[in-house]
């Protein structure tokens, strides 16, 4: 069966496409991600973080990690365990773990002014576009419902 090729144009000019051979497609919906929010997650994550600092200690403190020393294969494999000790040492780099969660949000920081925050992506092609409104509310302010053209 033949396949059909679906475009829309989102408002920087930039084309999606989807294929399909027995679907048919008269919308889709793009967003733009919202670098406000990611700057929030980056910075909500430094809790998690903070304790990943306080495991890889733990581990270069005891040799192994904990959580796996309840499998009978991780207490006998003592080169696992010196292994694990090494790439947990190696993370923390002699860094506390508030020091590593600072690194570790600065990483995403870093990674967050180099995102192209202009860029939309594609959330889904659907077949109505009552499907598309449902689809937009989803995903928030952001939202665009592109026709969709077979090719």
């Known amino acids: ?6 475009t829309a ?6 084309e999606h496409k989807r294929t399909t051979a027995d679907r048919t497609y008269t919308h889709t919906v793009v ?6 929010a990611a700057i ?5 994550a430094r809790k998690g973080h903070v304790d990943s600092g306080n495991y890889y200690l733990g581990c270069v403190r005891d040799g192994h990690y904990a959580n796996l020393m309840k ?10 365990q010196a292994s694990d000790a090494a790439d947990a040492a ?14 570790k949000v600065a990483e995403h920081l870093a990674a967050i002014e180099a995102t192209d925050w202009t ?11 009552d499907l ?20």
């Open 132 to 151: 598309a409104l449902k689809l937009a509310a989803k995903i928030g302010p952001s939202a665009v419902i592109l026709p969709a053209t077979a090719k």
């Open 119 to 129: 860029v939309y992506h594609n959330a889904g092609w659907c077949g109505r576009h």
């Open 1 to 6: 069966m033949p396949k059909t090729v679906y």
């Open 31 to 36: 967003y733009q991600r919202s670098k406000d």
């Open 40 to 44: 929030a997650r980056a910075k909500d």
């Open 71 to 80: 499998f009978e294969h991780y207490r006998t494999d003592a080169a696992r």
């Open 90 to 103: 190696a993370k923390m780099a002699g860094r506390t773990a508030e020091e590593y969660a600072d690194a």
């Open 9 to 14: 144009i989102d408002p920087n000019g930039e």
